[in-house]
């Protein structure tokens, strides 16, 4: 109970656990009721402020001062950063070989991650910092930084090597998934690039770059191929005992080196003909070709022109809308295209304005049809952005995505179509980009094998997307042969009843999956015939229950693998398998960022060791 000695209970009776306010306002008393349960009084105190003025100055004045809290004094004793724990560096200086040691790992690092000119290092100002910081640091000349950076690269590489050596001969390895790409830097040395992907025994995902070569031979298949097999036997994965699946971007001379390389199979990325069914909407749809030109000028105007660019800033806080700079889009990707076709379409208000009041403007105007086709355009290809982003995840597999995705997107796509109170240009935008998904990806993508296998190994969709097209039978037909290859399972065992082992509650959340699901049980019940092990094992697999949407894959089947250790093994093999080349792609992004105008005289090797370092 509150203490009644509190200056602040000369206006509040206490009833029990309630302490009513007795305050006389105009002849009525106030009558306010608050818990009295605990030992604080000070909402009492907060009423009396907030209603009775008079009497809450006159208790504030009576009450002593509390003591400053613990967490105030340590906050503002950290004013200045977060909390640092002691170490033994604090009350012993360390020596001038640790710290150069230290020292020269940092800069190191620095040179790595940032991209900068190894001669930086060697500048009078970077000296002057490096002396503010400590003046015992001595720095070294920019050439040794480039020989220990080398080392370094040296250093990573030869522990990637490591890591596949002992994962191999513990035979973990049972597939290994692979992207290639070719790039050319500013000072027009070409590099091939190779990342490898693969599931380790405790279904650990591992994505590494051991390759970033240079390649100086002409770009044709031979030499592709040539250098594919060179790398691979480096890596001592040219086994017939390992899945080898390269993926790339459809290129023509990349698609032939692949085709050319001995036990080599082959997957098209997955992004890259999502592209080239956009690039397809694009140039089939009429006008489009206007809006995306329209759209750009916008941009380049606003980059080239600060007139333009604090014209533009002034109007669109004028119309209260913020205000974000117009993407200048690539030539290349698809992507950047939507993002400057968002940011025009973010900035509408504004831009109309200013092309309607200003003759600078004036010839970058869309006019009122183009606007609806560029807002159509920009809202069908939300979703493909979407999809493009989960199919180019790494900390997970993504084969298994790329059909449940495709048909997201088609399922999108005609309600979009189907919606009249969308407009004809977005319309004819959507039934042209879904025409055009659909002649790249044929049922839902259902068209190739591995997409197939990978849908029916999710645990979350089992086959369900493969059964709307009389493919699921076909698919566990693949997977049993798949597996005979790899493990000797006899032809028929006696039949054995189904089992239904507990998991997660079945999601309400997918009809798709309730359809599926009842019809496997339905299917299930009539089974009399002898089956082999393989078909056993699927049967038990679709009896468990549907997990929640957030499941994570690999977990999944690692906890299962004991239960389920055929499909296990074979997913082990499947989900390798990237749906995108993006690894790669960044790989070479990287390589852009370091071989810049500043820093174009970068020898090959030394633009290898910065982007292995």
């Given amino acids: 109970i509150m203490s009644a000695r509190a200056p602040v209970w000369k206006y509040y009776i206490q009833d029990k656990d309630r302490a009513i306010c007795q305050v006389e306002t105009d002849g009525k008393i106030c009558g306010a009721s608050f818990s009295a349960k605990g030992s604080t009084t000070s909402h009492l105190l907060r009423h009396l402020e907030a209603k009775h003025e008079t009497e809450g100055k006159e208790v504030r004045g009576k009450m002593k001062p509390s003591a400053p809290k613990r967490k105030a004094n340590e906050e503002a004793t950290n004013q200045s950063g977060p909390k640092i724990k002691p170490t033994p560096s604090m009350f012993f200086q360390e020596s001038d070989a640790v710290l150069d040691k230290r020292v020269t790992e940092a800069i190191i690092t620095f040179l790595a991650d940032s991209g900068v000119a190894f001669q930086v290092v060697g500048r009078d100002s970077f000296v002057s910092l490096m002396k503010t910081a400590n003046r015992r640091i001595k720095l070294k000349s920019p050439k040794t930084y480039i020989r220990l950076t080398r080392l370094r690269a040296e250093e990573i590489d030869k522990?990637?090597?490591?890591?596949?050596?002992?994962?191999?001969?513990?035979?973990?390895?049972?597939?290994?998934?692979?992207?290639?790409?070719?790039?050319?830097?500013?000072?027009?040395?070409?590099?091939?690039?190779?990342?490898?992907?693969?599931?380790?025994?405790?279904?650990?995902?591992?994505?590494?770059?051991?390759?970033?070569?240079?390649?100086?031979?002409?770009?044709?298949?031979?030499?592709?191929?040539?250098?594919?097999?060179?790398?691979?036997?480096?890596?001592?994965?040219?086994?017939?005992?390992?899945?080898?699946?390269?993926?790339?971007?459809?290129?023509?001379?990349?698609?032939?080196?692949?085709?050319?390389?001995?036990?080599?199979?082959?997957?098209?990325?997955?992004?890259?003909?999502?592209?080239?069914?956009?690039?397809?909407?694009?140039?089939s749809v009429i006008g489009m070709s206007n809006v995306l030109k329209k759209s750009k000028g916008l941009a380049k105007f606003t980059h080239q022109s600060n007139v333009a660019l604090e014209e533009l800033k002034k109007e669109a806080s004028k119309e209260g809308v913020p205000f974000r700079k117009l993407k200048n889009p690539p030539d290349t990707r698809w992507s950047g295209r939507f993002d400057n076709m968002a940011s025009v379409l973010h900035l509408k208000k504004p831009i109309k304005n200013l092309c309607d009041d200003s003759e600078s403007w004036d010839e970058h105007s869309l006019s009122k049809n183009e606007w609806k086709q560029l807002e159509g355009a920009v809202q069908c290809l939300k979703p493909v952005k979407k999809m493009i982003k989960a199919l180019e995840a790494e900390k997970e597999p993504t084969i298994d995505k790329v059909v449940a995705e495709v048909f997201n997107v088609q399922t999108t796509l005609r309600k979009f179509v189907n919606n009249p109170a969308n407009c004809g240009y977005g319309i004819m935008f959507a039934r042209e980009l879904k025409d055009n998904i659909e002649a790249r990806f044929p049922d839902k993508g259902t068209d190739r094998p591995q997409r197939r296998m990978a849908n029916y190994l999710s645990p979350k969709f089992r086959g369900a997307h493969l059964d709307q097209y009389d493919k699921l039978e076909t698919t566990k037909q693949e997977i049993e042969?798949?597996?005979?290859?790899?493990?000797?399972?006899?032809?028929?065992?006696?039949?054995?009843?189904?089992?239904?082992?507990?998991?997660?509650?079945?999601?309400?959340?997918?009809?798709?999956?309730?359809?599926?699901?009842?019809?496997?049980?339905?299917?299930?019940?009539?089974?009399?015939?002898?089956?082999?092990?393989?078909?056993?094992?699927?049967d038990r697999y679709e009896s468990f229950s549907i997990p929640g949407k957030d499941v994570n894959i690999l977990q999944w089947w690692k906890s299962h693998e004991a239960v389920l250790p055929l499909l296990a093994s074979l997913a082990?093999?499947?989900?390798?398998?990237?749906?995108?080349?993006?690894?790669?792609?960044?790989?070479?992004?990287?390589?852009?960022?370091?071989?810049?105008?500043?820093?174009?005289?970068?020898s090959p090797r030394e633009e290898r060791t910065e982007k292995s370092g």
Wanted: hydrophobic share 35%.
């Fill in 159 to 283: 522990s990637i090597r490591d890591i596949i050596k002992t994962i191999k001969e513990e035979g973990d390895i049972k597939s290994v998934g692979f992207t290639t790409d070719i790039w050319t830097s500013r000072s027009q040395d070409s590099y091939m690039s190779l990342t490898i992907h693969f599931i380790d025994r405790f279904w650990h995902l591992h994505r590494l770059t051991p390759f970033v070569k240079p390649f100086p031979e002409r770009h044709t298949g031979i030499n592709i191929s040539l250098g594919l097999s060179d790398m691979i036997m480096e890596l001592n994965l040219n086994s017939a005992e390992i899945d080898l699946i390269c993926v790339n971007d459809n290129a023509s001379n990349v698609k032939l080196g692949i085709k050319l390389t001995p036990g080599l199979l082959q997957y098209l990325c997955d992004n890259h003909t999502v592209e080239l069914a956009i690039g397809d909407t694009f140039k």
């Fill in 481 to 538: 042969d798949k597996i005979k290859t790899y493990e000797n399972v006899p032809d028929e065992v006696e039949p054995t009843a189904a089992e239904n082992p507990t998991d997660t509650e079945l999601s309400p959340n997918s009809k798709l999956m309730k359809k599926h699901m009842a019809k496997i049980q339905k299917a299930r019940t009539q089974f009399g015939q002898p089956r082999n092990k393989i078909r056993l094992e699927m």
């Fill in 572 to 602: 082990k093999r499947i989900l390798t398998i990237p749906a995108s080349s993006s690894k790669s792609e960044r790989v070479f992004s990287t390589g852009g960022n370091i071989v810049t105008a500043k820093r174009n005289r970068l």
